[in-house]
């Protein structure tokens, strides 16, 4: 009989505080600015261990109960548990079912800071996205929400699809979708959001950008700015 995921959630809880490092975690402390508990785990190892632990569990217990897991890490407000989850579950993504996808849209207010949840969303509700653009329409209902994070997230789980050329037409909803947003994790979710589209798709973005110059938060404008021609640049912040 398997034990229950609980336990093995909380086998790996002792793994991360025994694993952990003291001064690492004073540095997250300082690099968040803001009450986080953390670890003191870097990401590289942390990544050692999801693969350790999930290709065991998947294999021995099936894709539910390696997502029950996860489910059961990604609670509270300790960084590597989150993190954790979610690479655990990044290699399997492919198997991920419409059911599943509710489960992890409905995670997005579990979310602490944008550590977990820029993980959460782009290797896994992004992932899912791309594979079945129907689950688009989501996007346009988070961007509508009162969670900051989930507002967040319309930005963010566009990024693997727009980084293949696809949803141009939702980023540009998108953004007039946020574009008023005054909350700083949505606007720099936003500016990502079209930094990574300029990477691949520089002229279109551009005339976007300069439809928006004058009505964009400068945080917006400045970041989204980073990867175009100096002279693309100056235009865009009118200089």
């Known amino acids: 009989m398997s034990k229950p995921v609980s336990y093995i959630a909380d086998h790996l809880r002792r793994v991360l505080i025994d694993g952990g490092s003291a001064p ?3 540095e997250v402390q300082w690099f968040f600015k803001e009450e986080i508990q953390s670890r003191g ?3 590289k190892e942390l990544r050692k261990l999801a693969r350790r632990f999930g290709r065991v569990i998947r294999r021995e217990e099936g894709i539910d109960y390696l997502i029950g897991v996860a489910d059961n890490l990604f609670h509270g407000n ?3 548990e989150k993190i954790l989850a979610v690479l655990l579950l990044e290699p399997f993504v492919g198997e991920f079912t ?4 509710k489960m992890f849209e409905e995670w997005l207010d579990r979310v602490s800071t944008w550590a977990d949840h820029d993980g959460l969303v782009q290797y896994i509700i992004g992932h899912m ?3 079945d653009p129907r689950r688009l329409r989501r996007v ?3 961007s509508r929400s009162g969670n900051r994070w989930r507002r967040r997230a319309a930005a963010v ?8 050329g696809l949803f141009w037409d939702e980023v540009q909803q998108i953004t007039q979708a946020l574009l008023k947003d005054e909350d700083d994790m949505v606007r720099k979710g936003l500016a990502w959001l079209l930094r990574e589209t300029a990477r691949f798709d520089g002229a279109r973005t551009m005339s976007l950008l300069m439809s928006i110059r004058k009505t964009a938060p400068r945080l917006v404008l400045r970041a989204a700015c980073e990867r175009l021609l100096a002279r ?3 235009l865009v912040l009118g200089r």
């Open 24 to 26: 690492h975690t004073a």
């Open 41 to 43: 785990w870097y990401t």
């Open 78 to 80: 300790v960084l590597e």
């Open 98 to 101: 419409a059911a599943h996808f």
């Open 129 to 131: 996205i791309v594979a």
């Open 140 to 142: 346009f209902v988070w």
């Open 157 to 164: 789980a566009l990024l693997r699809g727009t980084n293949q």
């Open 232 to 234: 693309e640049r100056a």
